[in-house]
């Protein structure tokens, strides 16, 4: 399970200062890229392993339902809502099974509401903490991969 991070870094001519700068090296060397084609920078800014009720959550609520290992935008309102709900989970642990309920399944690990369920919300919260930090207009995605 992955959060992404998509900054805009397209270089244009004609916007003067707002360019970038983009130099990639690969063991020292320059790679022959021509940066100047490079529109975004895409960087892993989360990680989950088995956290089987963070995954429902964008499953239903960024997803639309669809469970099925894609790519899908999430907004920074998606985003402040997650954490949101953990801090209401973590607040209230008797919350857990109607706000941020688990879930069984291939490869999602444990349902049982323990410390690794909570570790796996503090988690959630450090990761969007993170994220919601910079106020930089950045596209966000979330992807699992089973």
């Known amino acids: 399970m992955y959060l992404y ?3 805009y870094v397209k270089y244009w001519e004609h916007n003067g200062d707002d360019n970038y700068e983009i130099t990639i090296t690969k063991n020292g060397k320059p790679v022959d890229i021509d ?3 490079i529109s975004y920078l895409v960087e892993q800014v989360g990680y989950w ?3 089987n009720q963070v995954h429902q959550w964008f499953v239903e609520n960024v997803q639309e339902g669809n469970d099925n290992c894609g ?3 999430v907004s920074r309102e998606n985003l402040l809502e997650l954490f949101e709900m953990c801090n209401q989970v973590l607040e209230k642990k008797e919350l857990a099974d109607d706000l941020l309920p688990s879930q069984s399944g291939f490869f999602f ?3 049982d509401y323990n410390e690794w369920y909570f570790e796996q919300l503090e988690e ?3 990761i969007i903490e993170s994220c919601l930090s910079d ?3 950045h596209d966000f995605m979330y992807s699992s991969s089973w």
């Open 35 to 37: 940066t100047k084609n």
């Open 5 to 7: 991070k998509k900054t």
């Open 49 to 51: 392993r088995k956290a």
């Open 71 to 73: 790519s899908y935008y």
């Open 109 to 111: 690990g444990g349902t």
């Open 135 to 137: 106020e930089h207009a």
């Open 124 to 126: 959630t919260k450090k």
